[in-house]
T-cell receptor, first 113, second 110 residues
Framework: GAGVSQSPSNKVTEKGKDVELRCDPISGHTALYWYRQSLGQGLEFLIYFQGNSAPDKSGLPSDRFSAERTGGSVSTLTIQRTQQEDSAVYLC???????????FGDGTRLSIL | RKEVEQDPGPFNVPEGATVAFNCTYSNSASQSFFWYRQDCRKEPKLLMSVYSSGNEDGRFTAQLNRASQYISLLIRDSKLSDSATYLCVVNLNYGQNFVFGPGTRLSVLP
């Protein structure tokens, strides 16, 4: 389809393991965002990529979290040494440019045992 | 003060009712505004953009008051399928760019 694609849909892993989440934005969208949402809570901003500019990493909760965007398209969010509090839905969104509305993927539901 | 604040809700209304949601934002440099809806355990989806002159899309009407830094969403003749959380979103065009409000939950009852 033409929407934002995220994988995996669900990820269950043990505490202390590393995980990698993938986001494939809508083709041609220059802006890409990562959020996370805990059950019953609002969206928590993590990181924002705009074209070739340096990403805004101000929302990353700790240095265990990192993200990259290769070739201005696909992005991966990596969480090292996962903790139980990392359990949440991780949502990716893209927009045509900074001022245009975002379109979200279905999210990755991450569960840390 | 939070950057974007919304009615705390939840709103429980009967089918056919008219319901209005309010949203205020703190940054006067905000550039554009949107309403999203989020169904339980689903991703947010764009409902409508909010234009300075106000705009309508079927049963939904959005208003913007830049002087008061206030946005509203009116839903007329509410349907069961309107039950969701409604998110007010403000675009700053810098930094993290988009700021999401905490959302207002609506339940339309038969």
């Amino acid at each position: 389809g033409a929407g934002v694609s995220q994988s995996p849909s669900n990820k269950v892993t043990e505490k202390g393991k590393d995980v990698e989440l993938r986001c494939d934005p809508i083709s041609g969208h220059t802006a890409l965002y990562w959020y996370r949402q805990s059950l019953g809570q609002g969206l928590e901003f993590l990181i924002y990529f705009q074209g070739n500019s340096a990403p805004d990493k101000s929302g990353l909760p700790s240095d265990r979290f990192s993200a990259e965007r290769t070739g201005g398209s696909v992005s991966t969010l990596t969480i090292q040494r996962t903790q139980q509090e990392d359990s949440a839905v991780y949502l990716c969104a893209s927009s045509a440019r900074g001022s245009q509305p975002q379109h979200f993927g279905d999210g990755t539901r991450l569960s840390i045992l | 003060r939070k950057e974007v604040e919304q009615d705390p809700g939840p709103f429980n209304v009967p089918e056919g009712a008219t319901v209005a949601f309010n949203c205020t934002y703190s940054n006067s440099a905000s550039q554009s505004f949107f309403w999203y809806r989020q169904d339980c355990r689903k991703e947010p989806k764009l409902l409508m953009s909010v234009y300075s002159s106000g705009n309508e899309d079927g049963r939904f009407t959005a208003q913007l008051n830049r002087a008061s830094q206030y946005i509203s969403l009116l839903i007329r003749d509410s349907k069961l399928s309107d039950s969701a959380t409604y998110l007010c979103v403000v675009n700053l065009n810098y930094g993290q760019n988009f700021v999401f409000g905490p959302g207002t939950r609506l339940s339309v009852l038969p």
